[in-house]
């Protein structure tokens, strides 16, 4: 066996799990294997993730390490070892090493691993209950993954055509968490009557130097679709003091006082506007 036989691998693609393989061929009197992390930029400190013996059934993996689920592949000549997380982190990033001994001989390989996580869906939100004439902020959040590889689009799909015209102080910023790219964009609008029953899209799109690849994977990212509903200031005219009933579902209701005011029911409640009150839903 040569030192070139000790091969490790890194088993990477957007997606949540973090997957270290190593694999000796060719290794006729093979006795041990084991792979580890080395701590930040020393050469001498290094975290001992796992590792297996000839004679042993299973390998042998610390209490507290991360990396628990393994696949172990074995006989006379070749052994391979994997072990595998559910939940990549920032600091399983950084180099690696696979060590084998053989006929008493250490032969050993290091590699890099670069986390990567694949991008979930944008989330799209906005206040359920809107006035005509409210001004409310449009915030779009997406855990964008690492690295990133698209931004934020939206669409009218129907209804108000005007909206980008509309909207003010679009502002876009970006932080890691969890070595996640997350992303928000907000910004201002002020609907009117016109609005209501518009529906707004959010989708992500490439990034221009995308690999197609990295095309394929934000094309695969679902998109978030919401309908705005606009409430007609005018519901409390002539109303002064008094409950009137939501326009669009009955778990709700608009208390008449100064300013118009949203209440929801109870759990399995729905308003009654000739009682005024909030009732228990009856199944028949």
């Given amino acids: 066996m040569v030192a070139k036989d000790v091969v490790a691998e890194i088993g990477m ?14 290794a006729w009197g093979w006795t041990y294997m084991s792979i580890s992390r080395y701590e930040g930029d020393s050469d001498f400190s290094l975290e001992f993730l796992g590792g297996v013996e000839k004679r042993d059934e299973w390998p042998f993996i610390p209490i507290d390490s991360r990396m628990s689920d393994f696949t ?3 006989d006379d000549e070749q052994v391979t070892l994997a072990l595998e997380t559910k939940y ?54 997406w855990d964008a993954g690492n690295p990133l590889l698209g931004h934020i689009v939206h669409e009218v799909i129907k209804g108000y055509k005007g909206l980008p015209f509309a909207a003010k102080n679009e502002r ?10 997350q992303v928000r964009n907000k910004y201002q609008v002020t609907p009117n009557l016109s609005w209501n029953g518009t529906e707004l899209l959010v989708r992500i799109i490439p990034k221009e130097n995308a690999t197609l690849y990295e095309q ?6 679902k998109t978030d679709r919401k309908t705005v509903l606009i409430i007609d200031r005018n519901i409390c005219k002539g ?19 100064r ?8 759990y399995f409640q729905c308003f009654n506007d000739k009682s005024k009150t909030c009732q228990h839903i009856t199944l028949e």
């Fill in 13 to 26: 693609s957007p997606s949540n799990n973090l997957k270290v393989e190593c694999a000796a061929s060719k």
């Fill in 259 to 266: 300013r118009p005011r949203v209440t929801k029911c109870g």
């Fill in 88 to 141: 990549a982190m920032c600091e399983d990033k950084g180099r690696y090493l696979c060590e084998a001994i053989v006929n008493r001989t250490i032969f050993s390989k290091t590699f890099n691993v670069d986390v990567k996580k694949k991008p979930e869906p944008p989330k799209l939100s906005f206040p359920e209950d809107i006035f005509d004439g409210d001004t409310i902020w449009m915030t779009t959040t």
């Fill in 172 to 181: 876009t910023i970006s932080w890691k968490k969890d070595c996640s790219i």
């Fill in 216 to 221: 394929n994977v934000v094309r695969r990212v």
């Fill in 72 to 74: 172990l592949h074995r």
């Fill in 239 to 257: 109303k002064y003091n008094q409950k009137v009933a939501h326009p669009y579902t009955c778990s709700k209701y608009i208390t008449c006082f």
